[in-house]
């Protein structure tokens, strides 16, 4: 596999000077293409600010960030948006459903955003709400819906395009332990069929779920081990 991922020395520095709060301190680290990765860390930690920069929603202050062998540290908001666009399929915590859409158009707007004609977006749409187990659900509204389905259907929406990288942040932090078990079987699928995962947590019990862990403490690395049982 080849590398996905090359932070190489990143740093994160908000309010530089006296009051400086170093978010990130050095990170160097690597991704491969189709590994499924756990980035986990307390509140405060720094995970969040290197979601951020993986996700290619911030820049790094020092250091340099290459996705699929590109330098994409220093690029503009527009560069930045390509590149979210093409490589990057994002899940979060809440949701971030718009409640007056159905769960089809929900899952059809970034393809709107990103230009692709109406047949193949509703296409795409459909194919990506079957493949989560939610082809009887597709015009149903969010308040229709138990908090595992919202999850599916945004995880319909990160796929539909079939970008390389699944970036998961939280992504079973509103949910219960049933639906928790259907959100990580669906990353786990997704893995299997050639995606690569990133999932950002701060449980132990979801981390175990990945090939990998990555432990960040003070804006640092301070562990970084595969998990001998992932299957």
Same mark, same amino acid.
């Given at each position: 596999?080849?590398? %996905?991922?090359?932070?190489?020395?990143i740093?994160?520095?908000?309010?530089p000077?006296?009051?400086?709060?170093? !978010? *990130? $301190?050095? /990170?160097?680290?690597?991704?491969d293409?189709?590994e499924?990765?756990?980035?986990?860390?307390?509140s405060?930690?720094?995970?969040?600010?290197l979601?951020?920069?993986?996700?290619?929603?911030?820049?790094?202050?020092?250091?340099t960030?290459r996705?699929?062998?590109?330098?994409?540290s220093?690029?503009?908001?527009?560069?930045?948006?390509?590149?979210?666009?093409?490589?990057?399929?994002?899940?979060?915590?809440?949701?971030?459903?718009?409640?007056?859409?159905?769960?089809i158009?929900?899952?059809? %707007?970034?393809?709107?955003?990103?230009d692709?004609?109406?047949?193949?977006?509703?296409?795409?749409s459909?194919? !990506? *709400? $079957?493949? /989560?187990?939610?082809?009887g659900r597709k015009?149903h509204?969010p308040?229709?819906?138990?908090?595992?389905?919202?999850?599916?259907?945004?995880i319909?929406r990160?796929?539909?395009?079939?970008?390389?990288?699944?970036?998961?942040?939280e992504?079973t932090?509103?949910?219960?332990s049933?639906s928790t078990?259907?959100?990580?079987?669906?990353?786990k699928e997704l893995?299997?069929?050639?995606?690569?995962?990133?999932?950002?947590?701060h449980d132990n019990?979801?981390a175990?779920n990945?090939?990998r862990?990555?432990?960040?403490?003070?804006?640092r690395?301070?562990?970084d081990?595969v998990?001998?049982d992932?299957?």
């Amino acid at each position: 596999m080849g590398k %996905l991922v090359e932070i190489t020395d990143i740093s994160k520095i908000y309010n530089p000077g006296e009051n400086e709060v170093r !978010a *990130l $301190d050095h /990170v160097t680290l690597t991704i491969d293409e189709h590994e499924f990765v756990a980035i986990i860390g307390q509140s405060g930690s720094g995970k969040s600010t290197l979601m951020n920069m993986l996700g290619c929603l911030d820049v790094p202050t020092s250091g340099t960030y290459r996705l699929h062998g590109q330098d994409v540290s220093n690029m503009s908001d527009d560069e930045l948006s390509d590149i979210r666009n093409k490589e990057i399929g994002f899940i979060f915590q809440g949701f971030n459903l718009i409640p007056s859409l159905t769960a089809i158009e929900n899952v059809e %707007l970034p393809l709107m955003y990103r230009d692709v004609p109406k047949k193949e977006r509703e296409k795409l749409s459909s194919d !990506a *709400l $079957d493949r /989560v187990g939610l082809g009887g659900r597709k015009t149903h509204k969010p308040s229709e819906m138990s908090g595992g389905q919202q999850q599916r259907v945004a995880i319909a929406r990160a796929i539909a395009q079939a970008p390389p990288i699944i970036l998961a942040d939280e992504p079973t932090g509103n949910l219960d332990s049933g639906s928790t078990k259907e959100i990580m079987g669906i990353l786990k699928e997704l893995y299997d069929n050639g995606r690569t995962i990133i999932l950002i947590t701060h449980d132990n019990e979801i981390a175990a779920n990945a090939q990998r862990t990555i432990r960040i403490r003070d804006g640092r690395v301070v562990e970084d081990k595969v998990n001998e049982d992932f299957k």
